[in-house]
């Protein structure tokens, strides 16, 4: 299972962009490397910052939503075909 970027930030899910942002800066400043030198701490600095990439990305927040973090990664919501158009099959 991926990782739940809502429990990384320590925020409901239909958290708004501004509890979103709130609780990124909290975390950023509490994990930062240059203030906190414990074990473990920057990794979970990099955690923090990969939820708030995703969850303040209106489109990759959507996806997230949507597929998790396995439809980031399978690039669903990304450009298809080599014109970037999409491509549709009938059956």
Do not use: C
């Not at 949507?66 to 075909?81: D, I, P, S, V």
Request: no cysteine.
């Amino acid at each position: 299972m991926g990782k739940d970027y809502y429990k990384i930030l320590g925020i409901a899910k239909g958290a708004t962009d501004d509890e979103i942002k709130k609780a990124y800066r909290k975390l950023a400043l509490k994990y930062h490397p240059d203030k906190n030198k414990a074990p473990g701490a920057e990794e979970r600095f990099k955690e923090v910052a990969e939820a708030y990439e995703v969850l303040s990305d209106k489109k990759k927040r959507e996806i997230y939503d949507a597929h998790g973090e396995e439809g980031l990664k399978g690039g669903m919501g990304g450009q298809n075909g080599p014109g970037g158009g999409q491509s549709f099959s009938y059956t």
